[in-house]
T-cell receptor
Framework: DQQVKQNSPSLSVQEGRISILNCDYT??????FLWYKKYPAEGPTFLIS?????DKNEDGRFTVFLNKSAKHLSLHIVPSQPGDSAVYFC?????????FGQGTRLTINP | DTGVSQNPRHKITKRGQNVTFRCDPI?????LYWYRQTLGQGPEFLTY????????KSRLLSDRFSAERPKGSFSTLEIQRTEQGDSAMYLC?????????????FGEGSWLTVV
């Protein structure tokens, strides 16, 4: 069963615009949510996280929003830059381990 | 730098051979994880150590897979009698304990190709 879903396999955004990546989860026991960025042939790199007691966390160009009632989180990147082109994974924590979505490939076009 | 080193970075092996991957986390990472990632999928949890104790194993970890963390420092993941379906990236990750332990930090991964 896929407890964490990223329904958009890919997303293309113009440089300078906002990128919005979405993630849905089913397990109400998840208490912490994270976003990772991954380049080919490298391990995932941590980007930003949010606790289940908050609804927003911001770090520079990156903002994560959490809607617990909808079991939905999103990552906003603004302004988008060419170096943001990568695969983005959302992850949810339960019992000390992370469950990942399938990833969304973000392409930033100049 | 995530504080997690893995080697080898790439391994090509013949079906039926055994392979071993090593992970070296910094001392602050008292939790250590192994994940596997195949093309088009997110990382899948395999197993988790708190210091030297293996606390959880996924059902993905068949009896051909074994992981150890003998002194609570480095860890090894061994795959016996490799099969083509084992071809994947094997990711090690570490996490500090306490209030900083919410985030896990991944190494660069070890690619396995079984031919």
């Amino acid at each position: 069963d896929q407890q964490v879903k990223q329904n958009s396999p890919s997303l293309s955004v113009q440089e300078g615009r906002i990128s919005i990546l979405n993630c849905d989860y089913t397990n109400s026991m998840f208490d912490y949510f994270l976003w990772y960025k991954k380049y080919p042939a490298e391990g995932p790199t941590f980007l930003i996280s949010i606790s289940s007691i908050k609804d927003k966390n911001e770090d520079g160009r990156f903002t994560v929003f959490l809607n617990k009632s909808a079991k939905h989180l999103s990552l906003h990147i603004v302004p988008s830059q060419p170096g943001d082109s990568a695969v983005y994974f959302c992850a949810s924590r339960t019992t000390q381990k992370l469950v990942f979505g399938q990833g969304t490939r973000l392409t930033i076009n100049p | 730098d995530t504080g997690v080193s893995q080697n080898p970075r790439h391994k090509i092996t013949k079906r039926g051979q055994n392979v071993t991957f090593r992970c070296d986390p910094i001392s602050e990472h008292n939790r250590l994880y192994w994940y596997r990632q195949t093309l088009g999928q997110g990382p899948e949890f395999l197993t988790y150590f708190q210091n030297e104790a293996q606390l959880e194993k996924s059902r993905l970890l068949s009896d051909r897979f074994s992981a150890e963390r003998p002194k609570g420092s480095f860890s090894t993941l061994e795959i016996q009698r490799t099969e083509q379906g084992d071809s994947a990236m094997y990711l090690c990750a570490g996490s500090p304990g306490g209030s900083s332990g919410n985030t896990i930090y991944f190494g660069e991964g070890s690619w396995l190709t079984v031919v």
